[in-house]
């Protein structure tokens, strides 16, 4: 059988090849197209890991580098029933050299692990693919990989290695073993050999395999194993589902007639060595060759008969002999082995030069040890010490070894100190015991209540210590409690185990207990008119925190309780953040005293014909009015009499206790007077047929005026507070007339005034046509008064003007010129009309 196959096949013993979702039984992986390897569902999250939020499904599997170099790989999880991807997470830690002992090496992982952070990669992404690589790895070392299954849907992981100069080995995952060499003797004549995976397959189906002896097919087979009878090599191949590698393994077969023998003589121990130790199995492989020693077993048994149960450190004091029995089946061989041993006695000495005792030191951690020097005599060139505590250092000069330092660990320390150079080197033992300082006492303090005064614990409490409190008094219960404090008193704590103390604690106390408010004292003040009862907390401090039930009311500044409902019944209490007092007596208020309504005036305006007037709408006759200024009275019903026109009063009542409110003010306005006629007159006394007749109205302001248009229906305008009013009218008739008929500012008076606005066609020609056929050859507007015509070309250039113009252009510029046909803007300003503007054409051809 091949060395690697055995070594794999005893590290993996321990390990589970199912899917597991523990480190201790984590399955064998490997990149390719082993696999896939199923994921784990319905397993809960151990919490979170490094990169990893939560771990929830974890599955573990382990893998061995099969060729060195950077490895490149693609960690990939589909869903079984679809194929589609789902989510995977993973944490993969590395290297190892051993799978043993594995799952208590992992960062963040393993309880109590220390070592350095021995991550590789780590991603908690939500892809379905993640990548990652392996830098430097090394053929035989181990990697742990923690995938996770965050969806929790049943499905499949897949590695494929995508770069790298590396390679995994599959070995662990599709390798077959056929255990040790056969060597058989006596009447033995076949020998059954049995293939074994080294891991289950991961898919269903049935493997087959091709047995060979020394290369050459001898048949296939459906099971794993097969009976032989032929020497040789013999090799099983097997392809098994899942694993596209062919595996293979090999034995050697040996049917013999006695048990193999190779005398080498006796051994001899190293010279000078007085009780020398002696690796017996060391020299198997030459004793039985050219056989595995795997294939025999093999007993030692000392010179009294006595099996030896550790053959591979075999500790002898002189010249003996040992006997070895070789078992192979129902044979075996029984040969003598003679030990020679050449003990020479010691040329050397080493003794102790420093002070007696500073052989056994017990001390604190942190604290140097007390040097320890030996001498030595005869040949010795130095001396070399096994054992210590690290942090120590030892020097060797002129014959003297010096040992000092300061301790880093803690613990006891067995050292011995050997000279070196001698036929015999001699030695000296001792022992370092190095104490752990006590952890310094954290100190939980609880804050004094209502009841009770303060405590203090020892947070980290600790039954093997003893704690000294300064000052004196207090001491440690169960629990960490401590007793005996003094209230106020600052302390300090620290605890001794015997050998070392801790340092001092930070100071602490316990605070008295905590106030409690006096009960709140209620006083009532009677309402009045202008306010209802009012409650003041007669004992109220500053600072404290008043509670009412029923919750609502307030304190202010000065004790005074705001927001009370009256005739509700209260109850308060006081409190100072941390304590409450007792409860108040309860108490609530009346209401203020009536007051009568404040009265409602209604005034009348004036008429045309009498003052206005005023009067009490909610008058009560039981009430006393009182007027300012003080002339007015009231009378039946609320009427008013004896107020100055023009003169503003204000009113109140009293029921023989209250004032009412003061009434808003009021005043009796003087009677009305006719108002004054208006004038009327109009903006153009001529306008064009489609343009806006303006007439101009003015008079007193806000008089109402009524008018007609050309005898048409009533119709009315307000004057502005300015006393003006414009009436437009837009009509093709070639008059329009407007006729007053009445103003009225809350009075009436008849108008007869009229004014009228004479209506023009006002045509403008479209164009001319100067060819001295004397039909339109010029610009006509006698029939119109104008102030000025402007004629402009296309480019807003000015052509021609012309001052009280009739009918003078004919298509020429200022200077005579004749202008080219075309469109011209002209502007014509009227001397009784609004301006015109627009366009008109040139055209000299003749029909």
Same mark, same amino acid.
């Given at each position: 059988?091949?060395?690697?196959?055995?070594?794999?096949?005893?590290?993996?013993?321990?390990?589970?090849?199912?899917?597991?979702?523990?480190?201790?039984?984590?399955?064998?992986?490997?990149?390719?197209?082993?696999?896939?390897?199923?994921?784990?569902?319905?397993?809960?999250?151990?919490?979170?890991?490094?990169?990893?939020?939560?771990?929830?499904?974890?599955?573990?599997?382990?893998?061995?580098?099969?060729?060195?170099?950077?490895?490149?790989?693609?960690?990939?999880?589909?869903?079984?029933?679809?194929?589609?991807?789902?989510?995977?997470?993973?944490?993969?830690?590395?290297?190892?050299?051993?799978?043993?002992?594995?799952?208590?090496?992992?960062?963040?992982?393993?309880?109590?692990?220390?070592?350095?952070?021995?991550?590789?990669?780590?991603?908690?992404?939500?892809?379905?693919?993640?990548?990652?690589?392996?830098?430097?790895?090394?053929?035989?070392?181990?990697?742990?990989?923690?995938?996770?299954?965050?969806?929790?849907?049943?499905?499949?992981?897949?590695?494929?290695?995508?770069?790298?100069?590396?390679?995994?080995?599959?070995?662990?995952?599709?390798?077959?073993?056929?255990?040790?060499?056969?060597?058989?003797?006596?009447?033995?004549?076949?020998?059954?050999?049995?293939?074994?995976?080294?891991?289950?397959?991961?898919?269903?189906?049935?493997?087959?395999?091709?047995?060979?002896?020394?290369?050459?097919?001898?048949?296939?087979?459906?099971?794993?194993?097969?009976?032989?009878?032929?020497?040789?090599?013999?090799?099983?191949?097997?392809?098994?589902?899942?694993?596209?590698?062919?595996?293979?393994?090999?034995?050697?077969?040996?049917?013999?007639?006695?048990?193999?023998?190779?005398?080498?003589?006796?051994?001899?121990?190293?010279?000078?060595?007085?009780?020398?130790?002696?690796?017996?199995?060391?020299?198997?492989?030459?004793?039985?060759?050219?056989?595995?020693?795997?294939?025999?077993?093999?007993?030692?048994?000392?010179?009294?008969?006595?099996?030896?149960?550790?053959?591979?450190?075999?500790?002898?004091?002189?010249?003996?002999?040992?006997?070895?029995?070789?078992?192979?089946?129902?044979?075996?061989?029984?040969?003598?082995?003679?030990?020679?041993?050449?003990?020479?006695?010691?040329?050397?000495?080493?003794?102790?030069?420093?002070?007696?005792?500073?052989?056994?030191?017990?001390?604190?951690?942190?604290?140097?040890?007390?040097?320890?020097?030996?001498?030595?005599?005869?040949?010795?060139?130095?001396? =070399? $010490?096994?054992?210590? +505590?690290?942090?120590? %250092?030892? @020097?060797? *000069? /002129?014959? &003297?070894?010096?040992? !000092? #330092?300061?301790?880093?660990?803690?613990?006891?320390?067995?050292?011995?100190?050997?000279?070196?150079?001698?036929?015999?080197?001699?030695?000296?033992?001792?022992?370092? =015991? $190095?104490?752990?300082? +006590?952890?310094?006492? %954290?100190? @939980?303090? *609880? /804050?004094? &209540?209502?009841?009770? !005064? #303060?405590?203090?614990?020892?947070?980290?409490?600790?039954?093997?210590?003893?704690?000294?409190?300064?000052?004196?008094?207090?001491?440690?219960?169960?629990?960490?409690?401590?007793?005996?404090?003094?209230?106020?008193?600052?302390?300090? @704590?620290?605890?001794?185990?015997?050998?070392?103390? !801790?340092?001092?604690?930070?100071?602490?106390?316990?605070?008295?207990?905590?106030?409690?408010?006096?009960?709140?004292?209620?006083?009532?003040?009677?309402?009045?008119?202008?306010?209802?009862?009012?409650?003041?907390?007669?004992?109220?401090?500053?600072?404290?925190?008043?509670?009412?039930?029923?919750?609502?009311?307030?304190?202010?500044?000065?004790?005074?309780?705001?927001?009370?409902?009256?005739?509700?019944?209260?109850?308060?209490?006081?409190?100072?953040?941390?304590?409450?007092?007792?409860?108040?007596?309860?108490?609530?208020?009346?209401?203020?005293?009536?007051?009568?309504?404040?009265?409602?005036?209604?005034?009348?305006?004036?008429?045309?014909?009498?003052?206005?007037?005023?009067?009490?709408?909610?008058?009560?006759?039981?009430?006393?009015?009182?007027?300012?200024?003080?002339?007015?009275?009231?009378?039946?019903?609320?009427?008013?009499?004896?107020?100055?026109?023009?003169?503003?009063?204000?009113?109140?009542?009293?029921?023989?206790?209250?004032?009412?409110?003061?009434?808003?003010?009021?005043?009796?306005?003087?009677?009305?007077?006719?108002?004054?006629?208006?004038?009327?007159?109009?903006?153009?006394?001529?306008?064009?047929?489609?343009?806006?007749?303006?007439?101009?109205?003015?008079?007193?302001?806000?008089?109402?005026?009524?008018?007609?248009?050309?005898?048409?229906?009533?119709?009315?305008?307000?004057?502005?507070?300015?006393?003006?009013?414009?009436?437009?009218?837009?009509?093709?008739?070639?008059?329009?007339?407007?006729?007053?008929?009445?103003?009225?500012?809350?009075?009436?008076?008849?108008?007869?005034?009229?004014?009228?606005?004479?209506?023009?066609?006002?045509?403008?020609?479209?164009?001319?046509?100067?060819?001295?056929?004397?039909?339109?050859?010029?610009?006509?507007?006698?029939?119109?008064?104008?102030?000025?015509?402007?004629?402009?070309?296309?480019?807003?250039?000015?052509?021609?003007?012309?001052?009280?113009?009739?009918?003078?252009?004919?298509?020429?510029?200022?200077?005579?010129?004749?202008?080219?046909?075309?469109?011209?803007?002209?502007?014509?300003?009227?001397?009784?009309?609004?301006?015109?503007?627009?366009?008109?054409?040139?055209?000299?051809?003749?029909?």
């Amino acid at each position: 059988m091949k060395l690697l196959y055995k070594i794999i096949f005893l590290l993996s013993f321990s390990f589970s090849f199912g899917q597991s979702s523990t480190c201790e039984n984590a399955a064998a992986m490997c990149s390719g197209n082993q696999g896939p390897f199923n994921n784990t569902t319905g397993v809960a999250s151990f919490g979170s890991l490094g990169c990893l939020g939560s771990t929830p499904n974890p599955a573990w599997f382990y893998m061995q580098v099969g060729t060195s170099g950077n490895m490149n790989f693609q960690l990939s999880q589909i869903r079984t029933s679809n194929g589609l991807g789902i989510d995977v997470d993973f944490i993969l830690w590395g290297p190892f050299n051993s799978l043993s002992g594995i799952c208590n090496n992992l960062a963040l992982y393993s309880p109590g692990y220390t070592g350095a952070n021995n991550v590789v990669a780590c991603s908690y992404s939500s892809d379905p693919i993640e990548n990652f690589t392996i830098p430097n790895a090394v053929s035989g070392q181990y990697y742990m990989l923690l995938v996770t299954n965050f969806s929790g849907q049943v499905g499949t992981y897949t590695l494929n290695q995508t770069g790298g100069t590396g390679a995994l080995s599959c070995d662990i995952v599709c390798g077959v073993n056929l255990g040790p060499d056969r060597i058989l003797c006596g009447a033995a004549t076949n020998v059954t050999l049995t293939a074994t995976f080294l891991q289950a397959p991961s898919l269903p189906g049935s493997p087959i395999y091709s047995w060979f002896l020394n290369g050459v097919l001898q048949y296939t087979t459906p099971t794993n194993t097969t009976t032989v009878n032929q020497n040789g090599t013999w090799t099983v191949s097997v392809t098994r589902p899942g694993c596209s590698d062919l595996a293979t393994d090999d034995v050697v077969v040996n049917i013999i007639g006695v048990v193999p023998f190779n005398d080498l003589g006796p051994i001899n121990a190293p010279p000078g060595a007085c009780n020398p130790t002696i690796d017996l199995t060391s020299y198997e492989a030459a004793w039985v060759a050219p056989y595995d020693p795997a294939s025999f077993t093999i007993v030692y048994y000392d010179e009294n008969a006595n099996v030896i149960t550790n053959p591979s450190a075999y500790t002898v004091a002189s010249s003996t002999s040992v006997f070895l029995e070789i078992n192979a089946g129902p044979c075996n061989v029984r040969e003598q082995i003679n030990i020679i041993v050449s003990c020479v006695p010691p040329t050397c000495t080493i003794d102790l030069a420093s002070a007696a005792g500073t052989t056994n030191q017990v001390l604190c951690q942190g604290l140097p040890i007390e040097n320890i020097v030996y001498t030595t005599t005869g040949s010795a060139t130095g001396a =070399t $010490v096994t054992g210590l +505590p690290s942090g120590l %250092t030892s @020097v060797y *000069n /002129a014959n &003297t070894f010096t040992i !000092s #330092g300061t301790p880093t660990q803690t613990g006891t320390f067995n050292y011995t100190v050997t000279t070196v150079g001698c036929s015999v080197n001699a030695s000296r033992n001792g022992t370092i =015991t $190095v104490v752990a300082v +006590p952890v310094t006492p %954290t100190i @939980v303090s *609880n /804050a004094p &209540t209502c009841l009770a !005064s #303060g405590t203090s614990t020892v947070f980290n409490y600790d039954t093997g210590v003893t704690y000294v409190f300064n000052p004196g008094g207090p001491s440690v219960g169960a629990g960490g409690v401590i007793s005996g404090m003094v209230t106020g008193t600052n302390y300090t @704590v620290l605890a001794n185990n015997g050998t070392c103390s !801790s340092a001092p604690s930070v100071a602490f106390n316990n605070a008295a207990q905590l106030s409690i408010p006096n009960t709140p004292i209620i006083i009532i003040a009677t309402a009045t008119c202008l306010s209802s009862e009012v409650a003041r907390i007669d004992n109220y401090v500053t600072g404290l925190q008043y509670i009412f039930s029923p919750t609502g009311p307030t304190v202010n500044a000065s004790g005074v309780i705001l927001g009370m409902n009256v005739g509700t019944n209260y109850e308060v209490t006081a409190s100072n953040g941390s304590c409450s007092s007792p409860v108040s007596a309860p108490f609530s208020i009346n209401a203020m005293l009536a007051a009568p309504d404040r009265p409602t005036i209604i005034s009348v305006a004036p008429t045309c014909l009498a003052d206005g007037t005023s009067r009490i709408s909610n008058y009560d006759s039981s009430l006393v009015y009182t007027f300012s200024p003080n002339d007015a009275t009231v009378g039946a019903g609320g009427v008013i009499s004896g107020m100055v026109t023009g003169t503003t009063y204000t009113v109140f009542s009293y029921n023989g206790t209250c004032n009412s409110a003061t009434s808003l003010s009021f005043v009796n306005n003087e009677q009305l007077s006719s108002p004054i006629a208006p004038t009327l007159s109009v903006v153009n006394a001529t306008v064009c047929s489609g343009e806006r007749a303006i007439f101009q109205i003015n008079g007193a302001a806000n008089n109402v005026i009524t008018y007609s248009i050309n005898g048409g229906s009533d119709q009315t305008v307000t004057l502005t507070a300015a006393g003006v009013a414009t009436v437009e009218v837009v009509s093709s008739t070639t008059l329009v007339s407007i006729e007053l008929l009445n103003i009225s500012n809350g009075c009436s008076l008849a108008l007869s005034d009229v004014a009228s606005v004479t209506v023009q066609p006002c045509s403008i020609p479209k164009g001319i046509s100067p060819n001295g056929d004397n039909l339109n050859d010029e610009l006509d507007l006698s029939f119109y008064n104008i102030e000025k015509l402007e004629i402009f070309n296309r480019y807003g250039s000015k052509v021609y003007s012309k001052s009280n113009y009739e009918n003078e252009w004919h298509g020429q510029s200022d200077n005579g010129n004749e202008l080219p046909d075309g469109t011209y803007y002209y502007v014509i300003d009227f001397t009784d009309i609004e301006t015109k503007t627009g366009w008109i054409y040139i055209n000299r051809e003749r029909k």
